[in-house]
């Protein structure tokens, strides 16, 4: 079955870091691109930045750029997104998805609520 | 980039049909027009990619559109299952991709 299983909640307080992950199974990891979505609580989705995992080119989106870190290690076919100092206004539920090359968000992670207090 | 623009809601009666639009610029909907459903608590799920095809076990029931700048979703038969929120999004230059601002969808 082909899958993305994000890492569990996270509370955290303002100034602190953060790294949550993506692991994908059941297909090439290498051969499919990773994107990030924030959803702030009862807002849209807002896409964030996507990495190609079978070379880790990163392109993110210019709100988004500077704030965030996205990686990948494909040896453990999992795909990251980080943050050096995290806001309250980061608090959202994170999703990671699966997109093939010049196809659409075809399998979303199950979602990763990070809640920041200041 | 701004988001593509959404009605905030849109209903219908069981069986009937309806449709959500999508609008942005000419560089903003592209040919790469997809679309996602969202029940309460749960992940997005594609509903339609490339403007008009449906992924594998996707209902007929939903089809897709592209007039100009404005796309658009069609949710035939309209059930009760089919309550949720819907945002369409679009792959625009350079890697870069953006949603709409999203449609609630409410079965009466």
């Known amino acids: 079955e082909v899958q993305l299983v994000q890492s569990g909640a996270a509370v955290k307080k303002s100034g602190e870091s953060l790294k949550i992950s993506c692991k994908g199974s059941?297909?090439?990891?290498?051969?499919?691109?990773i994107g990030w979505v924030r959803q702030m609580p009862g807002k849209g989705l807002e896409w964030m930045g996507i990495?190609?995992?079978?070379?880790?080119?990163?392109r993110y989106s210019p709100s988004f750029q500077g704030q965030v870190t996205i990686s990948a290690d494909k040896s453990i076919t999992t795909a990251y997104l980080q943050w050096r100092s995290l806001k309250a206004s980061d608090t959202a539920i994170y999703y990671c998805a699966r997109r093939p090359p010049g196809g659409p968000f075809d399998i979303w992670g199950q979602g990763t609520t990070v809640t920041v207090s200041s | 980039q701004s988001a593509l623009t959404q009605p905030a809601s849109v209903s219908g009666s069981p069986g009937q049909s309806l449709t959500i639009s999508c609008t942005g610029t000419s560089s903003d909907v592209s040919i790469y027009v997809s679309w996602y459903q969202q029940h309460p608590g749960k992940a997005p799920k594609l509903m339609i990619f490339?403007?008009?095809k449906r992924p594998s076990g996707i209902s007929n029931r939903f089809s897709g559109s592209k007039s100009g700048n404005t796309a658009s979703l069609t949710i035939s038969g309209l059930q009760a299952e089919d309550e949720a929120d819907y945002y369409c999004?679009?792959?625009?230059?350079?890697?870069?991709?953006?949603f709409g601002t999203g449609t609630k969808v409410t079965v009466l």
């Open positions: 999004s679009s792959y625009a230059t350079s890697f870069t991709y953006v």
């Open positions: 059941g297909y090439t990891f290498t051969n499919y691109w």
């Open positions: 490339d403007v008009t």
């Open positions: 990495i190609y995992a079978g070379n880790s080119e990163t």
